[in-house]
Every structure is written in structure tokens, then in C-alpha cells.
């Protein structure tokens, strides 16, 4: 009998694991025993569950729960199920702001860590913040082994004043308080209903952009982004998971696969047409880097130009994930993209099904406007404009549905570092015309890139989301609306242009003509690069300097890892 043959004649899926389980293995063995396996385990393959559960923020807090389900597929459908679990970092609970970018590259290490060393022939990974889910699907791509993704699901919204409220509906009443509009005992109140379950943030952040992005990519079942994290909806797709993965396995399907420049342009797409957090972007960079597939952020504003935004969410909009839920999932907003010509139908998925026939072909629901008929969108163009310019000669993003405002030229008020701009606003320094630059916030200054989401929304509750431009090398939260441009590149902290800003100076922000204009002559430029000189970097050693030493440009997705493009 064939050492690719199982004893009942099928093909033996144990690539990797066997040479864990097979029966010269003893020493393995015995360590696995003690994990309660026996010997028709061990014949089995083994799938690793990858699970970024944390217990110190509510977005993961479940996961457990639904690794459980995810288990009990595995075995159902012939796997040995072996759990691991990575760290995980908030963006909502969080005392230094770089910490969440470098958790992405940190979950994408200990998955390929854990996944070499325990010799795992599959796997399932589960995320659910905001940096959790590119950081599995990095990881996922990284191994190359056959692999689906689940999404642990959001919270629902909380109810203020007879209103849906959500963590953006708490940031933002900071500023209305700071301004006299709210009182402590209603900033109170909003703190207490605005979060009121297990799961991540209701809206279309980063978190459920993120999960809408990797369902169209085809790396999960299907409509496993919208149902709430606490459902018997969620529970069954956990389950689904699990035995997904089994196929995927029998059929040799891997990610590397599924993830064609065909299924990257559908994620970019998709998160064009629902309004998506600017992160996808950051994200998807690094998502096609370790999968060896070229991608140049200019890709997304080409894509967004031809895509109807079609979803009307928050931070923009005024719905939510449970509301996307309610009228039939994300395969609504992808049959309408489909119908429209946006997307390449044709692209596979995990299981081998055309997104086609993922989605299926009914028609859009009646008496909803939560997605419109790509015919009569919400806008019509989608969610991203890619900015270039004296000022940000590699690329900058703004989020497109965060404004109505086409150009802004406004007054530089500089500030070196997010919370230096918080304090500013908070107090009333930033006035209407004033262009706020946050920075030293990039990859390598921040490190991690900061979100400066807190200002963005402080900007909004002071009754400026149309008179102040804020601009940074860091990048924002997926709550964050108003002029708003961000992954400026270069960064300052290697010389960029935006190290050599003053307060003072003129800057013209063009959305029709795609430009960012620092209005500064070209020998006053080269002046104040003379004088210019790199600051001393904020951490001497450990984690943080680390990753400030390996980390590339926000315009090439701010990754860690070498690029495998060409070695597909």
C-alpha cells in the first residue's frame, strides 16, 4: 500500500502531520495522547484552529465559544482538530496606538509559527477586531496549506435617545461635549449603551469591512460577514467552518489559489461599494505581498472610480452590520455588484464554487434601502480616492463618502504626534479653515501607525467636518468621516515631505483632480530639507523597535515580511 494511501484504500491527507502521527513518531505521539487523542485521531489529519480569542476586549471575548463549533465540524467531517491561540489587540482598548498595527504582523508570525510546528495539514483561522482578520488571512497565505477564515460578527447597536449608537456615536460625543453641546451625565449615559454586547463595532469599520472583504475574496463560507457575533446564525457558520475546511483539504484547494488578482479586485470593490474603512486598503496591500500577487495602491482608487457605492453604512451612512444581516447578507451587496459588471464572477472561492455561484441569483429585497440598485447608488463612484502630490509624492487615502467637500485649502497647524492633535482640538486651538497635520505617526514614527481617529472625531462633534482638514502618515479608524487623508508616504520619520510642513503653511486638498498640494516653493522645500534631521527613535529596543527597523511604507501595505511577488 502506498505511503498517500490510508488503510481504507482513500488518499492519506496527512502531508504534514504525519510526521508527527505516524506510528514511528513516539515521542509526538505521547504528547498528543496526553492531549486525549488515541490512535483513530492520529490517523486522522490534523487542522489547526487558529484563534485570536482575547479576554480583555469585547470583539473576541466569544471566540472560544465558536472555536468549540468550529471543532465539532472538523471532526464531523474526518479532521483532528488542535487549537492555538495568538495575541490580540483593540483598537478600542488601547494605551499606545502603534500596538495595533504591529498585533497584525505579530498574529500572522505566530500563526506561521504554530502552523510549521505543529504540522498542520489545515487550518481555520478566527478573527474579529480590526487587525485580527488581515492577520490571519496573512498567515493563512504565509502556510499555503488549505485554509478557510471565520469572522467571530459584531455587536448590535446600542439605543440613546430613541437612536442606534454605536463607538463612533462615542467618539464623536466627546467633541460635542468638549464643545457645550452634551452634558456629562448624556456622555455618561452613551458610554454605558453604546457597546452592548460581545463582538466587534457595529458600523462598517474596520472590523466588518475587513470581514466583507475577505467573504468576497471567497476565503470563508458563504455569508459569514454580517450575522452578529451572538446568534445561532454565527454558531452554525463556526460549525460550517469547520467542515469547509475538510473539503477544501480533500479537494487540494489553497489559498494562494483563490486569492488571483481577479478575487483581490472583487475585495477591493466590495469595500468601495459599502463605504469601507480606509485599513483595507493598508490590508489588502499586505495581504496580495504575502501572497506573491502585485498590487500598487493606485489599483484602488482605479477600482473605487468604476464601482457605485451601493451601501449606506456608518460612519457615513446610517446603518449597521445586524441592519446588512437583516436584509439578506453580504451576498446582496455582491449579486448587485455582479449584475453591474463591477465584479469578476467567475473568481473561486474556498470551496471551489464560482462567487456566482456563491451567491446565488435573487433578486435584490423590496422595501429596504440598506443597498440600493447599483442603477440609482447611494453615490456613484465608490469609497476611496488614492491622492498624490508634492506632499505625498507615494500616495495618500481619503475615505470619499466622509465628505461632500471637493476642495480644501486650508491654514497647516502642525502637530508631532496623535495625541498633541488631540489636546489641540479638544481645547479649541482648531479653528474652521485650519488644515491639521498629524505626524511622525507613520510605520516606522509611530511605530505602528497610530489611528487618529480620536481627532477626526473630535473635529466632527466641534461642527467641523466640512471646514477642517486633518492629514497624517498615520492612518484612521473605520469610524472616521470628514476631510480626512491619511498613509501619507513617505512618512516623516524618513524625511517625507510632510517632516518639512510648518504651521502656517498653505495646503491644497483637489478630490476632482486627485491632488495634495503643499504650496511651498521647491527651493524652500530643499531649504528646510537641509535642516532637517531624523528624530531619535521612540523606543530603544524591544517589540516596538523592532518592527520600526522592519517595517516597509504604507504605501506598500506597511508589511514586516520580504515580498514573494513573482513566487507563485
Not at 293 to 303: A, P, S
Not at 348 to 369: H, M
Amino acid at each position: 500500500m502506498s505511503s498517500d494511501q490510508s488503510k481504507g484504500g482513500a488518499p492519506d491527507l496527512r502531508e504534514h502531520s504525519r510526521r508527527l502521527t505516524s506510528p514511528g513518531s513516539i515521542g509526538p505521539r505521547a504528547m498528543l495522547r496526553a492531549l486525549g487523542l488515541d490512535d483513530d485521531d492520529m490517523k486522522r489529519p490534523i487542522v489547526g484552529i487558529a484563534n485570536t480569542w482575547s479576554g480583555a476586549m469585547p470583539c473576541n471575548a466569544h471566540l472560544r465559544d465558536l472555536a468549540q463549533e468550529v471543532a465539532a465540524g472538523i471532526r464531523e467531517a474526518g479532521g483532528t482538530p488542535l487549537e492555538i491561540n495568538t495575541v490580540s489587540v483593540s483598537d478600542g482598548v488601547l494605551a499606545r496606538g502603534g500596538a495595533s498595527l504591529i498585533s497584525r504582523e505579530v498574529i500572522a508570525d505566530s500563526i506561521e509559527l504554530a502552523a510549521t510546528a505543529y504540522a498542520f495539514d489545515a487550518m481555520v483561522t478566527i478573527g474579529a477586531c480590526d487587525k485580527t482578520n488581515p492577520g490571519c488571512v496573512m498567515g493563512m497565505m504565509r502556510m499555503n496549506i488549505p485554509a478557510v477564515h471565520l469572522y467571530g460578527g459584531s455587536t448590535r447597536p446600542g439605543c440613546f435617545g430613541g437612536k442606534d449608537v454605536s463607538i463612533q456615536s462615542l467618539a464623536e460625543a466627546a467633541g460635542e461635549h468638549a464643545a457645550g453641546n452634551l452634558s456629562d451625565e448624556e456622555l455618561a449615559e452613551i458610554e454605558r449603551v453604546a457597546i452592548p454586547e460581545r463582538g466587534s463595532c457595529a458600523g462598517m469599520f474596520t472590523a466588518n469591512t475587513m470581514a466583507s472583504v475577505i467573504e468576497s475574496l471567497g476565503l470563508t463560507v458563504t455569508n459569514s460577514a454580517a450575522p452578529p457575533a451572538i446568534s445561532a446564525d454565527r454558531t452554525a457558520i463556526a460549525r460550517q467552518s469547520g467542515i469547509a475546511v475538510m473539503d477544501a483539504l480533500r479537494a487540494g484547494t489553497r489559498p494562494r489559489d483563490v486569492l488571483t488578482v481577479q478575487a483581490i479586485e472583487n475585495g477591493i470593490a466590495t469595500a468601495a461599494a459599502i463605504g469601507g474603512s480606509t485599513n483595507a486598503i493598508l490590508h489588502l496591500l499586505a495581504i496580495a505581498t504575502e501572497a506573491g500577487v502585485e498590487l500598487n495602491i493606485d489599483r484602488f482608487g482605479e477600482v473605487s472610480d468604476r464601482t457605485p457605492r451601493i451601501g449606506d453604512f456608518t460612519p457615513s451612512g446610517k446603518y449597521v452590520m445586524a441592519d446588512l444581516h437583516r436584509v439578506g447578507g453580504l451576498p446582496v451587496v455582491l449579486r448587485e455588484l455582479i449584475g453591474a459588471g463591477v465584479l469578476h464572477p467567475d473568481a473561486r472561492g474556498v470551496d471551489g464554487k464560482t462567487l456566482a455561484e456563491r451567491v446565488g441569483a435573487q433578486p435584490l429585497p423590496e422595501d429596504q434601502d440598506v443597498v440600493t440598485p447599483a442603477a440609482t447608488p447611494v453615490e456613484a463612484t465608490g469609497g476611496w480616492i488614492i491622492l498624490r502630490g508634492n506632499l505625498a509624492p507615494e500616495g495618500s487615502v481619503l475615505k470619499a463618502p466622509g465628505t461632500k467637500v471637493h476642495q480644501h485649502r486650508g491654514t497647516a497647524k502642525v502637530y508631532e504626534g496623535e495625541r498633541e492633535a488631540y489636546r489641540a482640538v479638544i481645547a479649541g486651538e482648531v479653528v474652521s479653515g485650519d488644515t491639521v497635520i498629524i505626524r511622525y505617526e507613520g510605520p516606522i514614527g509611530g511605530p505602528g501607525m497610530s489611528e487618529t481617529s480620536r481627532v477626526t472625531a473630535a473635529i466632527v462633534g466641534k461642527g467641523f467636518k466640512d471646514t477642517v482638514a486633518l492629514i497624517t502618515d498615520g492612518r484612521f479608524s473605520g469610524i472616521s468621516h470628514g476631510i480626512a487623508v491619511g498613509h501619507v508616504a513617505p512618512e516623516a520619520a524618513v524625511g517625507g515631505p510632510i517632516a518639512l510642513v510648518r504651521t502656517g503653511d498653505a495646503i491644497d486638498i483637489d478630490l476632482d483632480a486627485r491632488t495634495i498640494t503643499l504650496e511651498v516653493s521647491d527651493e524652500e522645500l530643499a531649504q528646510r530639507r537641509a535642516e532637517w534631521s531624523a528624530p531619535e527613535p521612540k523606543d530603544s529596543g524591544g517589540l516596538f523597535a523592532k518592527y520600526a527597523k522592519t517595517v516597509g511604507s504604507a504605501s506598500r501595505g506597511a508589511v514586516t515580511t520580504t515580498a514573494r511577488i513573482g513566487a507563485r
